[in-house]
C-alpha cells in the first residue's frame, strides 16, 4: 500500500527555521517524485516546487523560489521542506503528494500526505 | 503562468442531481496534463481524474471528465451524499502547476 506520512504539527516563532518531512513507503521512493503544496487558512490549494528523490532534481514555483528549500534522503525516503526563517504568513498547511515520472506522460499528485500544520506567531 | 478559473464558485444542488463543474484556462492545456481533486474538510485532496478524463484508482463512475484547449469539465452523474466537498482542477505547463481556485459544491 503506497503511504506518505509527514511529519506532525509545529508551532514556532517568527524567525525560527523549520523542517517538516514526508516519508513514503509501499513503493519505489526514487522513482517517483515528490510535490509541496501549501493551502493557507480557508484557501486553495498552491504548488510549491517538487522534487526527485533518485537524483534530487529539484524545481520551485517562482513564487516560493528562495522562500523554503526542498530536499529528499533516498536511503531513508524522505523527502522534506525547510525554512530558514518563517513569518507568520507561512502559517498553513503542508502537504507532500507523489508525481509518477515525466516519462509517463501523465501529470498527477496520485497520492497525499495527511498534511502538516504549520503555525507561526509570536 | 497559466491561469485556471472555476466556475461556479459554489454550487448548491441536491442528492441525486448531476453537477457540472468548469474549469477554463487562460491558455491552451494539454490534456494529458489536466487533473481533478476533490477535498472534504479535514482531509487531504484526493486525485479524482486524470489526463481530463481518466478516472484514478478506486473512483466511481459516476465521476467523468472531459474537454480540451482551454475549457474542462467535471460532471457527477448523480449526487451522493458523500460527493459534497470542494473541487479543484489543476494543469501542468512550462514546468509549472496551478490549480484552480475551487468549486465548493454544497447540499442544497
Known amino acids: 500500500e503506497v503511504q506518505l506520512v509527514q511529519s506532525g504539527a509545529e508551532v514556532k516563532k517568527p524567525g525560527e527555521s523549520l523542517k517538516i518531512s514526508c516519508k513514503g513507503s509501499?513503493?519505489?521512493?526514487?522513482?517517483?517524485?515528490i510535490g509541496w503544496v501549501r493551502q493557507m487558512p480557508g484557501k486553495g490549494l498552491e504548488w510549491m516546487g517538487i522534487i526527485y528523490p533518485g537524483d534530487s532534481d529539484t524545481r520551485y514555483s517562482p513564487s516560493f523560489q528562495g522562500q523554503v528549500t526542498i530536499s529528499a534522503d533516498k536511503s531513508i525516503s524522505t523527502a522534506y521542506l525547510q525554512w530558514s526563517s518563517l513569518k507568520a504568513s507561512d502559517t498553513a498547511m503542508y502537504y507532500c503528494?507523489?508525481?509518477?515520472?515525466?516519462?509517463?506522460?501523465?501529470?498527477?499528485?496520485?497520492?497525499w500526505g495527511q498534511g502538516t500544520l504549520v503555525t507561526v506567531s509570536s | 503562468e497559466i491561469v485556471l478559473t472555476q466556475s461556479p464558485g459554489t454550487l448548491s444542488l441536491s442528492p441525486g442531481e448531476r453537477a457540472t463543474l468548469s474549469c477554463r484556462a487562460s491558455?491552451?492545456?494539454?490534456?494529458?496534463?489536466l487533473a481533478w481533486y476533490q477535498q472534504k474538510p479535514g482531509q487531504a485532496p484526493r486525485l479524482l481524474i486524470y489526463g481530463a478524463s481518466s478516472r484514478a484508482t478506486g473512483i466511481p463512475d459516476r465521476f467523468s471528465g472531459s474537454g480540451s484547449g482551454t475549457d474542462f469539465t467535471l460532471t457527477i452523474s448523480r449526487l451522493e451524499p458523500e460527493d459534497f466537498a470542494v473541487y479543484y482542477c489543476q494543469q501542468y505547463g512550462s514546468s509549472m502547476y496551478t490549480f484552480g481556485q475551487g468549486t465548493k459544491l454544497e447540499i442544497k
Open positions: 491558455q491552451s492545456v494539454s490534456s494529458s496534463y
Open positions: 503528494a507523489r508525481h509518477p515520472p515525466y516519462s509517463s506522460g501523465w501529470v498527477r499528485f496520485d497520492y
Open positions: 509501499g513503493y519505489s521512493f526514487t522513482n517517483y517524485w
